[in-house]
């Protein structure tokens, strides 16, 4: 069997294993040098199809226009890798969106009606659609939920005491996201539509993160880089 000398940097992620496992005790088949996951890939109802070996945390779904090959099949890669996959809610997913990328704008514009309608009183303000708020009311805005994308995405009230679950990838660019990921990848798109630029934005999303007591992992403050390139 292989072993560690010091305990698994991921072994919260394996409770039916000794911390001290290397390889999941398979190391004629993986190689891991540093306790990080190896790669998985998932066909698109969340099947694992594969692994490559290669410890680097990274996962992919199958997809007959992906930019990666794997076993003579195509993938696009998830962006936070395997544990995006197994999503914020440990919920994984069952299917995927493809077609997500072309609903964008048109979920921006849902949102920009919702809280800048004249005719639409808030509790937070009441704006004409060409003046935009400012970080403060940004954020307290987001404090109200208002503008928590992953909600938007599934279609339900933030104050309806539901999760946010769909149990679905989304598909932006070349880049699958889970639903968390793909709403800060809109809340990028939000604020490169209001003329902010995009470390303030990212600053107002870490904000919000340390308020709920944790801070905004990399792949996801990639998101809203790449939200704020998606209409450039």
């Not at 190689?31 to 990080?36: A, H």
């Not at 704006?127 to 938007?152: F, Q």
Request: a negative charge.
């Amino acid at each position: 069997m292989g072993r560690w000398l010091s305990v698994d940097p991921l072994a919260n992620k394996y409770f039916g294993w000794s911390p001290y496992n290397y390889t999941l005790n398979n190391p004629l088949v993986f190689v891991d040098p540093d306790g990080m996951d190896v790669g998985d890939y998932y066909d698109e109802n969340g099947n694992k199809v594969g692994n490559d070996g290669i410890d680097d945390g990274k996962a992919y779904i199958a997809n007959k226009k992906g930019d990666i090959e794997y076993d003579r099949n195509n993938y696009f890669e998830i962006l936070g890798g395997i544990s995006a996959a197994k999503g914020d809610y440990q919920e994984g997913f069952l299917k995927v969106d493809n077609n997500f990328g072309s609903k964008i704008n048109s979920i921006v514009s849902d949102v920009e009606d919702d809280l800048f309608s004249s005719n639409k009183s808030t509790d937070i303000f009441v704006l004409s659609e060409s003046v935009y708020p400012s970080p403060l009311k940004v954020i307290g805005i987001s404090g109200s939920g208002k503008m928590d994308m992953k909600y938007r995405i599934a279609g339900i009230s933030p104050t309806s005491g539901r999760a946010p679950i769909t149990k679905t990838m989304y598909l932006i660019k070349n880049k699958y996201m889970n639903i968390n990921t793909a709403g800060n990848f809109l809340w990028g798109v939000v604020g490169d539509k209001w003329g902010y630029s995009e470390w303030q934005f990212k600053m107002i999303a870490e904000v919000g993160s340390i308020v709920q007591g944790r801070l905004d992992e990399s792949h996801e403050q990639k998101a809203i880089s790449m939200g704020f390139n998606f209409n450039k």
